[in-house]
């Protein structure tokens, strides 16, 4: 059984603080993503990795980074949480080279920014 | 500018009938179509999918249809039970990456 997981369900943060969301697979998949989901948008991906030490810009980048040290963790960083950054972020993974695109998702974490 | 869209926010139906849920895209380029469903306090999870070559695709209760000329898809949920009330989201893959719909909240009710 995949599994992802992620650091925490439930996070609450002040403006302007420095936020580590962590996610963790244990199936040896090459990509891994992170979405962040909000009402009426659906999910949109933030930044997604194909591998260890390589990311790539998603749709909205802005305010993020993340960081691949090693294959099995993606982390995401809001570097100056603002409020508008309050949502649901949920990370996933999948295998490279599968003909459909398969992602296995953590049960996200919920991000409050006051 | 969504890709993909979902029109129906919220969708209820009667335990034993069917449901349909609805997808539109505007890309033609889009390799596969995928439908997954999320539980509350719970991450997606992926239900069955179409190749965009085929027009139909089942698996046990869950059919999914592919109408490339209208660029719309449904999901269909025969017949529908209880444990299949949960947000239901559409998304369409190109390379490998996913372009997700807003979602569709359905409620069986018993």
């Known amino acids: 059984d995949v599994k992802v997981t992620q650091s925490s369900r439930y996070l609450v943060k002040r403006t302007g603080e420095k936020v580590f969301l962590e996610c963790v697979q244990d199936?040896?998949?090459?990509?891994m993503f992170w979405y962040r989901q909000d009402p009426g948008l659906g999910l949109r991906l933030i930044y997604f990795?194909?591998?260890?030490?390589?990311?790539e810009k998603g749709d909205i980048p802005e305010g993020y980074s993340v960081s691949r040290e090693k294959k099995e963790r993606f982390s995401l960083i809001l570097e100056s949480a603002s409020t508008n950054q309050t949502s649901m972020y949920l990370c996933?993974?999948?295998?490279?080279?599968?003909?459909?695109?398969?992602?296995?998702f953590g049960p996200g974490t919920r991000l409050l920014v006051l | 500018d969504q890709q993909v869209k979902q029109n129906s926010p919220s969708l209820s139906v009667q335990e034993g009938r069917i449901s349909i849920l609805n997808c539109d895209y505007t890309?033609?380029?889009?390799?596969?179509f995928l439908w997954y469903k999320k539980y509350p306090a719970e991450g997606p999870t992926f239900l069955i999918s179409?190749?965009?070559?085929?027009d139909k695709n089942e698996d046990g209760r869950f059919t999914v249809f592919l109408n490339k000329s209208a660029k719309h898809l449904s999901l269909h949920i025969v017949p529908s039970q209880p444990g299949d009330s949960a947000v239901y989201f559409c998304?369409?893959?190109?390379?490998?990456?996913?372009?997700f719909g807003a979602g569709t909240i359905l409620r069986v009710k018993s």
């Open positions: 990795s194909y591998d260890v030490k390589m990311k």
């Open positions: 179409i190749s965009s070559i085929k």
């Open positions: 199936m040896d998949h090459e990509n």
């Open positions: 996933a993974s999948s295998f490279r080279g599968q003909v459909q695109e398969t992602q296995y």
């Open positions: 998304a369409a893959q190109y390379g490998n990456k996913l372009v």
């Open positions: 890309n033609s380029m889009f390799d596969y």
